[in-house]
């Protein structure tokens, strides 16, 4: 059972305390709901975009439109998958003490910072992750774009709730998952063939 907080269950978090994740290079999964395949499928060893997974592509290739502080160099859209190595420019954000910017911890754990509207269910304060220029704000706005459009085309589709992220620490651990993203099609293939093998 995860700790609460004000005395209201909250879901414990995967992120590390010691960092603020309103700077910095991430490696970033994102799935969807039961693992569907709602962005298409991998035929001959490419992704074959499904009209939302073409939608997901051009988010991600666009997310600095929304965030000006953020970019992602490199992304890759999987059958139910997304990953994408997102780089926020910390020096970008104009920040003190008192602002959005300055502690994105609390917005990605989703804590209220109003004990009277924790009380009620809300986030409010300066740590509203729909105003800080955080990892979290970038990940669940390019998420809610995605399925304001899916819904309003009528196709069925859905999020895991959550999303899984990695903090880049070297340009060691940046080439690696390069790597990864680039050869992710390749071994989607091949974890395929391994599971027909294995069928009785």
């Known amino acids: 059972m995860a700790d609460k907080y004000l005395g209201i269950y909250r879901s414990e978090t995967r992120r590390v305390d010691w960092h603020k994740y309103n700077g910095g290079e991430y490696f970033v999964?994102?799935?969807?709901?039961?693992?569907?395949?709602?962005?298409?499928?991998?035929?001959?060893?490419?992704?074959?975009?499904?009209?939302?997974?073409?939608?997901?592509?051009?988010?991600?290739?666009?997310?600095?439109?929304?965030?000006?502080?953020?970019?992602?160099?490199?992304?890759?859209?999987?059958?139910?998958?997304?990953?994408?190595?997102?780089?926020?420019?910390g020096n970008a954000i104009k920040y003190d003490s008192e602002s959005p910017a300055a502690d994105c911890?609390?917005?990605?754990?989703?804590?209220?910072?109003?004990?009277?509207?924790?009380?009620?269910?809300?986030?409010?304060?300066i740590h509203n992750p729909m105003i800080s220029k955080c990892l979290g704000t970038i990940i669940r706005g390019t998420k809610a774009r995605i399925s304001h459009w899916a819904h309003q085309n009528n196709l069925s589709f859905g999020w895991q709730s959550n999303y899984h992220e990695h903090i880049i620490r070297d340009q060691y651990e940046m080439n690696r998952i390069a790597d990864y993203i680039y050869e992710n099609p390749q071994k989607w293939i091949e974890k395929s063939l391994n599971d027909k093998t294995t069928q009785p």
């Not at 439109?65 to 953020?70: G, S």
């Not at 990605?108 to 809300?122: D, E, F, L, S, Y």
């Open 29 to 89: 999964t994102i799935c969807t709901k039961d693992r569907l395949h709602y962005f298409g499928e991998i035929a001959n060893g490419e992704m074959q975009l499904s009209a939302i997974g073409q939608y997901t592509h051009e988010q991600f290739m666009n997310v600095a439109t929304h965030y000006p502080y953020a970019q992602i160099p490199l992304w890759i859209v999987m059958p139910d998958h997304i990953h994408a190595i997102v780089i926020i420019d």
């Open 105 to 125: 911890t609390d917005a990605i754990n989703r804590i209220a910072t109003n004990p009277a509207a924790a009380t009620a269910g809300g986030i409010t304060g």
